[in-house]
Nanobody, 121 residues
């Protein structure tokens, strides 16, 4: 029912910037939070950043001070502004929406398909 779509990935040089977006749709959202994860080849998927329904954000230590997560004020849409990118930021970035739809009784997790970020040195 809920669709999550990421966009904005690409290839940049070290020190460059990218802005990822994640949009959720498919229901009348009662409440939602959005979280970003990333997974590099051969590594475990790791938490990057998240924002809750109240706008409070959290960041992994590895990206703190470089990445900024913001939420649209009217719809389930978030932006992950990534600055001062490093090669170690290279990964597939996945967006997860934790949401409850108006016609449902419980919260659920919904994943996007991911967007690739490649940072070259």
């Amino acid at each position: 029912q809920v669709q999550v779509v990421e966009s904005g990935g690409g290839s940049v040089q070290t020190g460059g910037s990218l802005r990822l977006s994640c949009a959720a749709s498919g229901c009348t959202f009662v409440g939602y939070g959005m979280l970003w994860y990333r997974q590099a080849p051969g590594k475990e998927r790791e938490f990057v950043s998240g924002i809750n329904n109240y706008g409070s954000t959290n960041y992994a230590d590895s990206v703190k001070g470089r990445f900024t997560l913001s939420k649209d004020n009217a719809k389930p849409l978030v932006y992950l502004e990534m600055n001062s990118l490093r090669p170690e930021d290279t990964a597939m970035y996945y967006c997860k929406t934790n949401a409850r739809c108006g016609g449902e009784a419980r919260w659920g997790d919904y994943w996007g398909q991911g967007t690739q970020v490649t940072v070259s040195s």
